[in-house]
């Protein structure tokens, strides 16, 4: 799936139930000016079939091969889960409980043409609003599409970001591997660090047979790291070892500790060509929404526009923070309804 299917993926629910439910009928031919507004085609109309069938009803084919990839390849791409995946990648397992819920939608679908739901005046009404959020969405995609497509990125621009920010791209993480167990006072602390002097590999081990509470598995530390989890005692002991694996007594606070250094690597980052074709990708949408901006600020140039702001005022004064809670709250929402 290319890029930029994937970023003007933008569709509303009201929109995905459209596509799903109007078979194999292009989307544009809702917008027809030919149609009755009191006339509703079918949904499912005769047409050339292409590929192998998958679903009958009463007799008449609803889905074939070709549909339902079609189906299914919407759904990646509207589903971040699945972004950046084929209808071919996924098992045929995960296809066949797609395909399940596409039944169920085909059985819904054959229930309203059998009893001509489409002259319904509820339905008609909805479905005329649905129209105009389809629409509204296809102009904002065609918009941005037209910008992002123009955008042309580099390999020098590139490579140039891989330069500057390389110690971003961190493929694994550094540190020494560093075990330990607690003791709240000093009675067991040298009894136990005799027991595995010489005996690193089976630290865990040992220290889980008495001591299993008590035992800590720090995992790998860096020397940058500012989380807190490893006492900054230990930790500088640790980094100052020069030999591993090692075992020590380390005082920490009003605590003792029997530390186990397991091992130090150093940090492993990616080469640039792994990561080339992810970094003109995100360039190329950072670059995308900058530009988007821009056009919108001339856009608002060449229209005259009046906003009601006080609609948006509040009765009551509003929390000192309020702004960092509102704007991406607002711009999720405005994302959601495209």
């Known amino acids: 799936m290319n890029v930029s299917v994937r970023v003007f993926a933008k569709v509303s629910l009201a929109v995905a139930v459209v596509v799903l439910l109007g078979g194999c009928k292009p989307l544009f031919d809702l917008f027809k000016k030919d149609r009755a507004p009191e006339k509703i085609a079918p949904i499912k109309e005769e ?6 069938v998958l679903l009958n009803i009463d007799g008449k ?7 339902f990839n079609k189906h299914l390849a919407q759904m990646l791409q509207a ?12 098992p045929k397992q995960l296809q066949r409980k797609f395909f399940d819920e596409l039944i169920k939608q085909e059985l819904i679908v054959a229930w309203a043409n059998k009893n001509n739901i489409r002259e319904d005046q509820e339905f008609k009404k909805n479905y005329k609003e649905l129209k105009k959020l389809v629409q509204r969405s296809l102009f904002v995609q ?5 910008i992002f ?13 891989y330069n500057k920010n390389k110690d971003k791209f961190v493929k694994e993480q550094g540190g020494i591997l560093v075990e330990g167990v607690e003791f709240s006072s000093v009675n067991g602390v040298d009894a136990f660090l005799a027991k595995v002097l010489g005996k690193e590999a089976e630290f865990k081990k040992i220290a889980k047979v008495s001591y299993s509470k008590e035992f800590e598995d720090f995992g790998r530390v860096a020397d940058k790291d500012l989380d807190g989890k490893l006492p ?6 640790v980094f100052a070892l020069s030999k591993f694996p090692k075992v020590l007594k380390v005082a920490a606070g009003d605590k003792t500790w029997v530390v186990c250094a397991l091992d130090k690597k150093d940090i492993l980052y990616f080469g640039f060509d792994e990561i080339k074709d992810q970094l003109k990708e995100m360039i190329k949408v950072n670059k995308f929404k900058d530009l988007l901006n821009e056009k919108i600020d001339k856009l608002k140039n060449g229209f005259k526009i009046n906003i009601n702001e006080d609609f948006f005022k509040d009765t009551v004064a509003p929390q000192k923070d309020i702004a960092d809670v509102t704007e991406p709250v607002a711009r999720t929402a405005a994302t959601a309804a495209v």
């Open 47 to 52: 047409r050339k079939l292409k590929g192998a």
């Open 61 to 67: 084919s609803v889905v074939t091969e070709d549909d």
């Open 79 to 90: 589903n971040p889960y699945f972004r950046g995946a084929t209808a071919d990648s996924l």
């Open 142 to 146: 065609f918009y941005e599409k037209k």
């Open 149 to 161: 497509d123009d955008i042309k990125i580099t390999d020098e621009e590139v490579k140039d970001h």
């Open 232 to 237: 900054k005692e230990i930790k500088n002991k």
